[in-house]
């Protein structure tokens, strides 16, 4: 058995970090992996979280199992900050899941358990690891079109048309926010008009939210998900931790799926659990039961806003000088759409050859379709990948 395993391609991302780590260059330049970095290059422990962690350390007695669902107390917070009061409550049930991608493999599960013919729709470009999990789960697969090259915006009109061809039980796969790879974002107009395509083919939003916070706020970042949740009969969503909590490495996000109504929640709820059961049983609860008690207490909830208002602000900041920067030296409008875009991402526009140029050259790492994680600058790197992106000729 094991020497007729499939070798399978590595992970473009993974594959980029390691060859980033092997560089011996000192002046280097990681813009891969969707990891925050500070302006000293490094990925902190949230302040708000190492408090809850001393706190955790100090009071936890057991650490017996809890619920297949995950703790009841971090569900319901996750369910809070995600949704608000924009759907009734009793509709939704929460489980929690080893990470945003746990969230999202449990999503499809769901989706392939309930009906082995249904389709999973995914953004033209998305998230590698979209794709192959859904190819792996062997499930049904569609892109729709979302990203135009030429304005570096999203192709509304191609997008709306595409999602037109889904039929009803299909799972739609959305950004919540901070589309990854692209940076390109809906508006609220598009929101809406999302929610009216859906609604005419009976189609199932499924959103992706692995970056509240880093776009436009916490709330502002949930735009699209509360819509199309106080909009929807049916809906899951598959939310991350790692970023916004910065606690990657313990796998902390949940998945939420809105019931048609709530005498159908207990179904949805136990259909979570026995999922979870079958794939791994209980779900990490370190990562979770922090982020609970940020976001129960407080005041460590207000650290936790205040900090993650900086690294947003932060972003912005580099987004801004990155654009300042390539409008100077291209005496061009050109690169403006990386102010516009927002959360860690931008697809800059460089061809395969360039983005080989820039890594072998100038030692500037970007995922091959040229992806950069604007959190890997800093205000001293900002003119040398700006020049360097005039010097290979985007
Ligand atoms: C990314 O897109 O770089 C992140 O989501 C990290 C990952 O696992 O790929």
Redesign the pocket.
């Known amino acids: 058995m094991l020497t007729d395993l499939t070798p399978q391609p590595p ?1 473009k ?2 594959r980029l970090m390691e060859m980033f780590r092997d560089d011996p260059r000192t002046d280097k330049i990681d813009l ?4 925050y970095r500070n302006s000293e290059g490094v990925t902190p422990v949230m302040r708000a979280v190492k408090s809850a962690e001393r706190r955790l350390v100090e009071t936890q007695e057991t650490k017996a199992y809890t619920s297949l669902s995950g703790d009841p107390a971090f569900c319901r917070a996750m369910r809070d900050l995600l949704l608000k009061e924009s759907v009734d409550l009793d509709r939704v049930a929460v489980a929690a899941a080893p990470g ?2 746990g969230a999202i493999r449990q999503g499809i599960e769901l989706m392939r358990y309930a009906d082995r013919a249904a389709t999973a729709w995914v953004s033209s470009p998305t ?3 979209h794709l192959t999990i859904a190819k792996y789960l062997g499930v049904p697969m569609r892109e729709y079109r979302y990203f135009d090259n030429a304005t570096r915006d999203v192709d509304f009109a191609g997008m709306i048309e595409d999602l037109k061809g889904a039929r009803s039980g299909d799972l739609v796969l959305l950004h919540g926010c901070c589309h ?2 692209t940076g390109a974002n809906m508006t609220a107009d598009q929101w809406e008009a999302v929610a009216e395509a859906l609604a005419g083919t009976g189609a199932i939003p499924f959103i992706d939210i ?1 970056y509240q916070g880093f776009g436009d706020g916490l709330d502002e970042d949930a735009f699209g998900t509360r819509l199309l949740a106080s909009r929807m009969p049916e809906m899951l969503i598959a939310a ?1 931790c ?2 916004n909590f910065g606690v ?1 490495r313990e796998r902390t996000g949940a998945l939420v799926a809105i019931a048609p109504d709530a005498g159908s929640k207990p179904l949805v709820q136990s259909t979570l659990a026995y999922l979870n059961r079958q794939n791994f049983s209980f779900p990490p609860d370190h990562g979770a039961r922090i982020v609970q008690m940020i976001l129960d207490d407080p005041d460590l909830r207000a650290d936790w806003q205040a900090e993650l208002e900086d690294v947003r602000g932060g972003m912005l900041g580099l987004r801004e000088q990155l654009a300042s920067e390539l409008r100077m030296r291209s005496n061009s409008e050109r690169f403006d759409f990386i102010a516009r875009h927002r959360g ?2 931008s697809r800059i526009g460089a061809t395969p050859e360039q983005v080989l140029e820039l890594r072998e050259r100038h030692g500037i790492y970007m ?1 091959g379709d040229s ?1 950069i ?1 604007v959190a890997g600058l800093n205000s001293d790197t900002v003119p040398v990948l700006a020049q360097a992106i005039i010097d290979v000729g985007i």
Do not use: C, E, H, Q
């Open positions: 992970d991302i993974l891969g992996v969707g990891v945003g991608t998230w590698p690891n990854n790879p692995a991350s790692s970023k990657y860690m991402f995922v992806r994680n």
